[in-house]
Every structure is written in structure tokens, then in C-alpha cells.
């Protein structure tokens, strides 16, 4: 995936495709890996502003490339689960915008696909949940409708495990993800595209997407009651003043309180055209003060604890000034995450790739998580 990032932002490892500079001279020779410094101060020098590097690729250097050795024994799986969770992504893209085609043309949806889909996303999370949850991490910011519903199924899939549901259920709770807001594929565009708050009649307009969920969804044959109750709760709040139908208390029970909880924290941590992606610690304070109003706050603790303050993907920065991405959890102390280090905000510059296992260094402490609105940087080529 090619991304375009400023010259400040090329470090050593990354894979360069094509420059861009006002100096038209200024050729790169072929594509490839930036091995040495001196390369990155010739184009500086040459004038060069942006690079476009290929974000799947990049080569660890020097120490890095020593201490990724010394993990990649430890880790081996990681490279191979993420390649499976890549292709369980791609599948489910391609998947999730025919299904949203065919909506829009009036056409019949069968049970069929999703299911299988909804089975391949929970055979995923049980096999290697750490890589389903690093790459969804990456989204398509035009394409927000079919990465929510992609994620929102990723995360019911992994807060149904961790409350113990059986694999049925969890299946069950993939397809209610995959087609929770199936109804917006039916609001205007101009609405569901605006970049920024809507009026309240827009907002209004917006809410009929549940409205017109209900007969797609009766159109389904055998859809599931839990994915029913997804797509048609996820918008109801404890105290009545949710929609569609304003239900309250008992009337919402565990999936549908599941099912809000769950699209709302993606909704918090997506970037957008609009607004910054909130860090999950931020994503989650906000939704303590939901509680008890909106959200089941019983339900939202477990939901905290299932996630983590620090999940993989997220963005953390160390007491010491050092930033990273949380790179593998330790299941006995979920404080002190695998990070994989690569900025520093002392210096405000990008640095040497270096992960430090922070069990085994207590000496480290995580400061904050952060996130990319706060740095001013793009971390993607790092993921
Ligand atoms: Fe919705």
C-alpha cells in the first residue's frame, strides 16, 4: 500500500517508490530500501519535500535488525497470522462492499456468504486474535462505512469471546456487525458524507437508517435473532431515549447492550475527515460517562478489560519520551506491553526501530497513550 509521507518523516528501513520534488532533476535511481543514512540526507539536500514508501514493506536496520531477530524466535507465528488476518481483511472488504452493492440495487442477500464470513472472522479471532487486531487497526478513512462495520464485527467477535459465548453465538455476532448499519447504504449521500456535525435535521435523516435496516434485514432469509438485535439496538439506550423504537432497561438485553457499547468505541477511535481518532483510554472515559444512562456500566467495565488501556495497535508514550506502537500484550500483566519503539518527542525526530519487552523492563514506564493528532506524525508505515 503506498502512502505519502514528508521527507521528515523517511527513516532508515522504509521502502521508498517514488519521490516528488520541485527540483525536476532530481530522479530516485529505483525503487528500494532506505539502508543508510546518508541516502535520507541526500534528499534532503536534493530539494526532495515527499516520498511515497510502500507501507507493507520495511526493512529493520542495524540494532533493530538484532533485536528483531531475537523476537522474531520468540514471536515466529506473528509474521504468517498476519499475512492469514491481511487475506481475512481483504476477503472481507471485497465481501462487505458487494453485500452493500447489492442494497442499494434492490438486489436479494443471501445468508449464505455471510455466514461463512461470520465464521472465517471468529475462526480468525480464536487462531490469531493479536493480528485480526493489529491490522483492523489500520483503517481506510474513505471508506468508513465498510471499515466500521468490518471492525464492529471484529470487536463483538472479541467481547463475546471474552464473556464466554459459544462459537454459534460469536458467529452469530459477526454477521450483526457485518450488517449493523446496512440501512445507511439507503441515506443520502450528502448526509452520510458530511464532513462534520449534522444539523438536526440532517441528524434526523441520519436516524432513518434504522428505519430503513428493518426491511433488509427481514429480507435475509434465517438471519439470526442475535444479529437482528444487533443491527436494531445498537442505537437504544438504557434510559429510553435511544431509537428506533426508545426501548429501556430489560427491553435491551445483553446484545443489544453489547452491540452500543462496541459501536461506539470504534465511532470514538476512527479517524476521520472531521476529527482525530480519540487514544481507547480517552475513547473509554468518554463512555464512563455514558453510563448509567446510555451504556451498561457492568457491561462497559468488562468491555475495558477486554480491550486494554494499552491494545495492540494503540499508541504509547514512555515516561522516557520515547513513542511506539503496543506490539504484543503479556497475557499476566496487561500494563507492561511488547512496544516497538520508533519516535521520540524530546527530539520531536523518528529513530531506529527498537522493541523492548516492558515485563522485563521495569526500569520503563508507559506515560500516556497518545495518538497521531497529538504527535503531529503518521505512524502507518511502522504497522
Ligand atoms: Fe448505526
Redesign the pocket.
Known amino acids: 500500500m503506498l502512502q505519502k509521507i514528508s521527507i521528515q518523516q523517511l527513516t532508515l528501513g522504509m521502502y521508498v517508490e517514488k519521490i516528488e520534488t520541485e527540483i525536476p532533476q532530481t530522479k530516485v535511481i529505483k525503487p528500494g530500501f532506505i539502508r543508510r543514512p546518508e541516502v535520507i540526507e541526500k534528499l534532503m539536500h536534493s530539494g526532495v519535500k515527499s516520498i511515497w514508501i510502500d507501507t507493507t514493506r520495511h526493512l529493520e536496520s542495524g540494532m533493530a535488525q538484532h533485536q528483531q531477530s531475537l523476537y522474531r524466535g520468540k514471536y515466529a507465528s506473528l509474521g504468517a497470522d498476519i499475512d492469514k488476518a491481511r487475506e481475512l481483511i481483504d476477503i472481507s472488504k471485497q465481501q462487505i462492499t458487494r453485500l452493500f452493492n447489492d442494497i442499494y440495487a434492490n438486489k436479494p442477500i443471501e445468508i449464505e456468504p455471510l455466514e461463512k464470513l461470520g465464521l472465517s472472522i471468529v475462526e480468525n479471532i480464536f487462531e490469531r486474535q493479536h493480528a485480526v487486531a493489529w491490522l483492523s487497526g489500520i483503517r481506510d478513512k474513505s471508506a468508513y462505512l465498510m471499515e466500521h462495520s468490518l471492525n464492529v464485527a471484529f470487536l463483538l467477535v472479541n467481547f463475546g469471546k471474552y464473556l464466554g459465548f459459544d462459537r454459534k453465538t460469536l458467529q452469530e455476532l459477526a454477521i450483526g456487525g457485518l450488517v449493523?448499519?446496512v440501512?445507511?447504504v439507503l441515506v443520502s449521500d450528502e448526509v452520510l458524507h458530511k464532513p462534520g456535525k449534522l444539523t438536526p435535521e440532517e441528524f434526523d435523516h441520519m436516524k432513518l437508517?434504522?428505519v430503513f435496516?428493518q426491511p433488509v434485514l427481514d429480507s435475509i432469509p434465517d438471519l439470526s435473532q442475535v444479529a437482528r438485535d444487533v443491527?436494531l439496538m445498537?442505537?437504544e439506550k438504557l434510559d429510553g431515549n435511544g431509537y428506533p423504537k426508545g426501548l429501556k432497561g430489560k427491553q435491551i438485553h445483553t446484545i443489544g447492550r453489547m452491540s452500543s457499547i462496541v459501536?461506539i468505541y470504534d465511532a470514538l477511535t476512527a479517524d476521520r475527515c472531521y476529527k482525530k481518532a480519540m487514544s481507547p483510554s480517552e475513547a473509554f472515559k468518554v463512555m464512563m460517562s455514558l453510563t448509567p444512562y446510555h451504556l451498561d456500566p457492568k457491561l462497559l467495565r468488562s468491555f475495558i478489560q477486554c480491550i486494554g488501556f494499552y491494545p495492540i495497535g494503540s499508541l504509547i508514550e514512555l515516561a522516557d519520551g520515547r513513542v511506539g506502537l503496543v506490539w504484543k500484550e503479556n497475557l499476566d500483566d496487561f500494563s507492561r506491553p511488547v512496544v516497538k519503539l520508533f519516535y521520540s518527542v524530546k527530539s520531536g525526530r523518528f529513530r531506529d526501530v527498537q522493541y523492548i519487552d516492558l515485563k522485563k523492563r521495569q526500569d520503563l514506564r508507559i506515560a500516556r497513550a497518545t495518538n497521531e493528532a497529538v504527535l503531529g506524525i503518521c505512524v502507518d508505515a511502522f504497522r
Open positions: 449493523h448499519d440501512g445507511k437508517h434504522q435496516s443491527s445498537h442505537h459501536d
